[in-house]
Each structure stands twice: as structure tokens, then as C-alpha cells.
């Protein structure tokens, strides 16, 4: 089992620039959910998606950030423009079925310049 | 609201019990996980259990799940350097397709 993959690990990049973070669920699991983690706020809940459709978006903090999943093997998560402040580790997790456990994957970590 | 509170740190001994505590308000949980964080990994899931079970027993781990004062505790018998990490406690609660609440970590230091 790969376990859930996401891509890059870090990424440092000037604000202003497009960020695209990616996310490869554990095959078969129906739900997906995009985190950010920072030490003044902690882990929050961005979006997650069952069966690829968007159920729960009300953490996005602005419309700079969009995430979608086109297919049930792969999300991305994207920040258009990105500032200094969205600079955190973000995390992609994915549950089989309802109640059960989310699996993490590693995280990417974002510095915005 | 929905909300799970833990405390922020807890240093103990190498050989010696750890207890984590954590409080949460939604009445409606069904289960409540608690996951392991090491410095620049994700979130590990140690262990979880069903809101009608009053305990969990997984080698050194013991889950104690007071559903009446809704607080639950993770002890770690003869705890190690290994250890040393950042302890989440979540809950999820019985509506569909709802993501987990989580607290905000307690830091686990252990020193030998």
C-alpha cells in the first residue's frame, strides 16, 4: 500500500506566483480532504470531496485558493495569487468510507516569499 | 459548537507513564482517534476507538473514553525517546461525509 502521495515536498516560491499542490489518494478510498497546518491556527480543514465531487468547502479562506479532483486517483489543491501568509504545511488525507480513519500523506511545506 | 481541547505540552521521564488528555463537546461523536505527528511528517493514526467502548488496549497504549464528561485520555506505558512528538486528538461525529475535528496538539517531550 503506497499510502496517500503528495507532491512536492517543499516548495518555496515569490508571491504573486501560482502554487499548484498535488495529492495521489490510497486506491479505493471515496474521500478526500485538503488541510493546512500553521502554529497559530493549527491543523484546519480546507475542502474534501467524496466520489471526486466537492462536498465542503467552507475552510477555503479566499478565491485564491481552488482545489479540484478530476478522477478518484488525484486532487490538486491551487493558490492564484500567492501571498507571504499562506506560507504552511498543507496536507492531503483520504478515508475509505464514512467514520472510518483518514490516512495523512506527508505534507507539502510552503514558503511564500 | 464543535470543539476539541487538549492541553498544549507534557514532559516526562524516559520509563515512565504518560497521560494525554483531551475534551471534546459534540455529544454526537462516534469515533475519536488520536494520531501521532513527528518533526516534518504527517499525521500518523495511533490508534482509535467507538464512542460506546470505555477503553482501548493496544500494546503500550491505553484509550480511556469518558463519554459522560466527554473526555478521553491516551496513555503511554514506559514511554521512550521515541516517543517525542505532537499528539492529536479528533472526533467525528455521525453526519455524512463530515470531516474530523481535530485539537491542536499536545507536544509529548520525553527526556532521558
Known amino acids: 500500500d503506497a499510502g496517500v502521495i503528495q507532491s512536492p515536498r517543499h516548495e518555496v516560491t515569490e508571491m504573486g506566483q501560482e502554487v499548484t499542490l498535488r495529492c495521489k489518494p490510497i486506491?479505493?478510498?471515496?474521500?478526500l480532504f485538503w488541510y493546512r497546518q500553521t502554529m497559530m491556527r493549527g491543523l484546519e480543514l480546507l475542502i474534501y470531496?467524496?466520489?471526486?465531487?466537492?462536498?465542503?468547502d467552507s475552510g477555503m479562506p479566499e478565491d485564491r485558493f481552488s482545489a479540484k479532483m478530476p478522477n478518484a486517483s488525484f486532487s490538486t489543491l491551487k493558490i492564484q495569487p500567492s501571498e507571504p501568509r499562506d506560507s504552511a504545511v498543507y496536507f492531503c488525507?483520504?478515508?475509505?468510507?464514512?467514520?472510518?480513519?483518514?490516512?495523512f500523506g506527508d505534507g507539502t511545506r510552503l514558503s511564500i516569499l | 459548537g464543535e470543539d476539541v481541547e487538549q492541553s498544549l505540552f507534557l514532559s516526562v521521564r524516559e520509563g515512565d507513564s504518560s497521560v494525554i488528555n483531551c475534551t471534546y463537546t459534540?455529544?454526537?461523536?462516534?469515533?475519536l482517534y488520536w494520531y501521532k505527528q513527528e518533526p516534518g511528517a504527517g499525521l500518523q493514526l495511533l490508534t482509535y476507538?467507538?464512542?460506546?467502548?470505555d477503553m482501548k488496549q493496544d500494546q503500550r497504549l491505553t484509550v480511556l473514553l469518558n463519554k459522560k464528561d466527554k473526555h478521553l485520555s491516551l496513555r503511554i506505558a514506559d514511554t521512550q525517546t521515541g516517543d517525542s512528538a505532537i499528539y492529536f486528538c479528533?472526533?467525528?461525529?455521525?453526519?455524512?461525509?463530515?470531516?474530523?475535528?481535530f485539537g491542536k496538539g499536545t507536544t509529548l517531550s520525553v527526556s532521558s
Open positions: 488525507a483520504t478515508q475509505d468510507r464514512q467514520n472510518q480513519p483518514q490516512h
Open positions: 459534540d455529544s454526537s461523536s462516534t469515533y
Open positions: 476507538i467507538f464512542s460506546n467502548m
Open positions: 479528533a472526533e467525528s461525529i455521525s453526519q455524512a461525509g463530515t470531516a474530523l475535528i
Open positions: 486506491s479505493g478510498h471515496n474521500s
Open positions: 470531496f467524496n466520489n471526486n465531487v466537492p462536498i465542503d
